[in-house]
């Protein structure tokens, strides 16, 4: 089964989404089923996983509706308040859709850079440890340190590290990216998306081998078992078109077995999320 693994859906009528940056900006516009699935059959996809842009709980009905509607909708990361201690009773009401399939938190938006390292958000991640729900590390380097301790402290938890922690791609720069990366490989239910990096290059001057140093490196350290790809659509269209997202990644890739592409195209997806 071929599925991208990240993607968004919006609808500027119906929630808010106070990231969106105001017009002509290409985001500032509805993003619906409709506009994605033309893509994915183009491109031989079989589905998607839907993820969270807007951190309510009205957004998480909605995703879940679009999913009962689009049979191609084939899992729903939503968002959830880790830190409430009514936690327990929402996730009782999530799980009760069968295509409930994880918990996204921004962590790269927040002020402070240990959030989720906070007592109360530790229990929520254990509560989702519990439920055998997994949890997408939405996180840039300066706070891709918790990664670790979250480990430690929620050992049961499976994670993905969303866009590879959006390394400083435009800068060139590698460290101490690099170095965390393989640490954070070391621990074994931790996967990692290769998505989101042509909007960390330059947006209007990337080429496939500025993502190279970057991709390979993570390849090497999670392999196909737990690499997943994802478009970022359609935030992806600040840079490029969900096509070159994907062919940026294989280009970079290169020549892989059956085995190794039926894997990072959907099979760990289908695996991690148990869609």
């Not at 509805?30 to 996983?49: E, Q, S, T, W």
């Not at 390292?117 to 229990?123: A, D, F, K, M, T």
């Not at 592409?261 to 959907?266: A, E, K, L, N, Y």
Request: include cysteine; charged fraction near 25%; proline fraction near 9%.
């Amino acid at each position: 089964m071929r599925i991208d693994s990240h993607q968004h859906f919006w609808d500027l009528t119906k929630l808010a989404y106070p990231w969106m940056p105001p017009p002509p900006n290409v985001l500032a516009r509805n993003y619906l089923p409709a506009d994605l699935k033309p893509i994915l059959d183009a491109n031989r996809f079989d589905g998607c996983v839907v993820v969270q842009a807007a951190s309510v709980d009205a957004e998480a009905e909605w995703l879940l509706s679009l999913a009962r509607e689009h049979a191609f909708i084939k899992g729903v990361v939503a968002w959830v308040d880790l830190k409430s201690p009514k936690l327990g009773a929402r996730l009782d009401v999530l799980q009760k859709d069968s295509k409930f399939k994880g918990v996204r938190h921004i962590v790269q938006d927040e002020p402070d850079n240990n959030w989720v390292l906070q007592p109360e958000v530790i229990r929520g991640l254990t509560e989702l440890a519990a439920r055998g729900i997994p949890y997408d590390m939405l996180v840039k380097p300066p706070q891709l340190h918790v990664v670790e301790p979250v480990a430690e402290k929620v050992p049961k938890l499976r994670m993905v590290v969303d866009h590879i922690a959006k390394p400083y791609i435009k800068e060139r720069k590698t460290e101490p990216w690099a170095k965390q990366m393989e640490a954070i490989a070391k621990i074994p239910q931790v996967y990692v998306k290769l998505s989101g990096m042509i909007t960390e290059a330059d947006p209007k001057n990337w080429k496939a081998p500025d993502l190279a140093p970057y991709i390979n490196h993570v390849w090497q350290l999670f392999g196909p078992k737990r690499s997943m790809f994802g478009s970022d659509w359609p935030v992806c269209l600040l840079a490029g078109t969900w096509k070159q997202a994907l062919a940026a990644m294989t280009q970079c890739l290169g020549p892989l077995n059956q085995e190794s592409r039926d894997r990072v195209m959907g099979e760990t997806a289908v695996e991690f999320y148990r869609l």
